[in-house]
């Protein structure tokens, strides 16, 4: 739950000022043998062995990631004034980052009453959201999920200098969160409403297809994180794409409506 830093310096992976990892793929020339010794919580010695390679060029690598070694300070303090890091000895608390993970699931339980609640009272005032609407207003609120990450990274003036709120994540979940409850709940009845009778099977397959590429093409995404240092780039690139493909299904709209309410009867 809760993770302890300290400005004690130790050994850690070398960044640059972009914060990527620095490496160094020369010819490792020998192997320097690391022994820490620990205390266990049951008062026992603790030995661990760490292999690090030295290279041609004199610099000390993990041999599975070729990240250069250096004495220095927490990775977290590398973009945190001086000011605030914690005096000699002393500890700084701080919230394990896979908590955000649950931040999604809270939204999920909190808004999918309210969201749901929203279309039936659309559809009682003679509003109704088609089907396929609702897949268009999800690809562009996802995309303004994103847009929250660019926000995030304007309101400091270096985010290789400075921290931004943990806030915007939060942010950003929420705006996600709406988006998938209007997608998620939808699509596999979409598609087994809409498939041929012997293909249905086939088709939902292809519906979690679809989710794997997408997964694949975040992951594509992702890979490009240390290429483009001016982050609000990068978070542009999946707002754009994701408000595209939104206005794309609503340029289709018409033709898409007719053909959901031709099988299904409804729109």
Known sequence: ??????????EVGQVDHYLRAVTDKSKVVKNDTVFTISTSKDNKPDTAIKVYGITANGN??????????????????????????????????LMN???????NPFFIVILTPIVIGFFVFLARRKREVST???????LIVSGLSALVMVFA???????????????????TYFVFTI????????????????SPPRLTALMMGGWFLSTSLGGKVAGVMASFWDKIPDKRIFFGIITIAAILGGLLIFSRIKSLNKVVKDKTGSV
């Open 179 to 194: 988006s998938e409850i209007c997608l998620s709940p939808i699509g596999l009845s979409l598609v087994s409403k809409l």
């Open 1 to 10: 739950m809760v993770q302890r830093i300290t400005s004690d310096p130790r």
């Open 97 to 103: 980052a896979e908590l955000y993970q649950s931040i």
């Open 60 to 93: 000390k690598i993990d041999l599975k990631t070729k990240i250069v070694q250096v004495v220095g300070v927490d990775p977290y303090l590398n973009n945190l004034p001086k000011d605030k890091w914690p005096a000699q000895g002393q500890e700084l608390k």
């Open 153 to 171: 990274v304007m309101s400091v003036p270096n985010i290789y200098l400075f921290k931004t709120g943990g806030i915007w994540l939060v942010m």
């Open 132 to 138: 396929m609407s609702k897949f268009g207003y999800a």
